[in-house]
């Protein structure tokens, strides 16, 4: 019988023939139109000083989770932030995002297992996907953005969760958040919006598009590793969901608390963004300009998706470009949902535009 390590090895090299292979891609000295780093703060001086003040405060770790000793001021005064940005009453803050959705979705979901019933769009994050599995609730996937199927779905089921992400990561369209609330309202079903690509992006004062939004039917999650160019994740919503996820959340209570420098640099880089108008409206000018180049449609955050053909042609198309000397994302499945490969271009406020434009000119060029 073929070992564990045969039949990984077999499965790598087919992989390897579909042009989906992957491996870590260090970083090196080019354009940055590849990373989540939308408003360009992560070298920015205050959040850097910021978290090296920190640093030198508090040493380089955390020590333990946060509901051991791991907790300083800076995570309390960070949720504080989260929670008027989003105009949710509460945040609690943790290690990703990641770990955030995990959260979310075990605690909005009942404790009788085999019974839960939780509706996702079909393009929502792999990490709300694990969430369910792990509550053990049953997934049922919902055409991306069909709300005559979402309301189809919510009264045959009436599930007890509605899973969507307010800007996309693969198309970067918006969900119809507004329309999304009233559908849960009526069936007395939660709606959790991942918020990750519209935070610092979107919304007044970068607050993103949930903003607004009813605290009794909709929750909230994000990231700090995108536009606040820092690391972790966090849920806002009511304090009673805090309340219960600070007694409860084994992604919070398990797992060694976010470094007080990262901390730190999120929360400068979020007071920063608060006022970043200007930049907001140079990521939607430099979007559409970018749509009309490779003639898509302009998405509603800061990336934007090109279809590239099969796997092994986008690969190509990401490595022509980084021997020209800018950087791209490239998605291929599982990665994209509907099994489409793409060059998923990021802008990024803080290039110059003579260099954002130069770079699309590549991107034509090199294009196989």
């Known amino acids: 019988m073929p070992s564990v390590w045969d039949r990984l090895g077999r499965k790598a090299e087919l992989r390897s023939r579909a042009g989906l292979s992957r491996r870590p891609s260090p970083r090196r000295d080019l354009v940055d139109l590849a990373s989540n780093d939308y408003l360009g703060l992560s070298a920015h001086s205050e ?20 509901a051991v000793r791991g907790t300083v001021g800076l995570h309390e005064e960070l949720e504080e932030e989260l929670a008027r940005l989003s105009g949710r009453s509460s945040c609690l803050v943790y290690s990703s995002g990641y770990m955030a959705n995990l959260g979310a979705v075990a605690a909005l979901t009942p404790v009788r297992r085999g019974e839960l019933r939780v509706l996702f769009d079909e393009h929502v994050h792999a990490s709300l996907h694990d969430a369910a599995r792990l509550a053990g609730a049953e997934s049922i996937m919902v055409p991306h953005n069909d709300l005559n199927a979402f309301a189809s779905l919510l009264a045959e089921h009436r599930p007890p969760l509605v899973v969507v992400e307010s800007v996309y990561s693969v198309l970067g369209d918006a969900a119809p958040l507004r329309e999304l609330e009233s559908l849960c309202a009526e069936f007395e079903a939660l709606l959790l919006v991942d918020e990750a690509h519209a935070f610092g992006v979107r919304g007044a004062e970068g607050g993103g598009l949930a903003r607004g939004l009813s605290e009794e039917t909709v929750v909230v999650s994000g990231t700090l590793s995108k536009a606040f ?19 409860t959340s084994r992604p ?36 559409e300009a970018a749509a009309k180049r490779f003639g898509v449609a302009p998405s509603d955050g800061a990336i934007l998706s090109v279809p590239a053909g099969e796997a092994a042609a986008a690969v190509e198309w990401q490595a022509r470009a980084a021997g020209r000397g800018i950087a791209v994302g490239c998605f291929r499945p599982p990665s994209t949902p509907d099994h489409v490969s793409r060059l998923r271009l990021t802008v990024n406020a803080s290039l110059p535009e003579a260099v954002f434009q130069e770079a699309l000119d590549v991107l034509e060029e090199v294009r196989p």
């Open 47 to 66: 959040v850097v000083d910021s978290a090296a003040a920190a640093l030198r405060e508090h040493g380089v770790g955390a020590g333990s989770s946060r």
């Open 229 to 247: 160019a820092s690391a972790g994740g966090f849920l806002v919503g009511p304090s009673v969901l805090r309340r219960h996820l600070v007694d």
């Open 252 to 287: 919070f209570l398990y797992d060694t608390a976010p470094p007080p420098s990262v901390a730190a640099g999120a929360l400068a880089a979020l007071r920063i963004s608060r006022s970043a108008d200007d930049a907001r409206e140079r990521i939607r000018a430099r979007i």
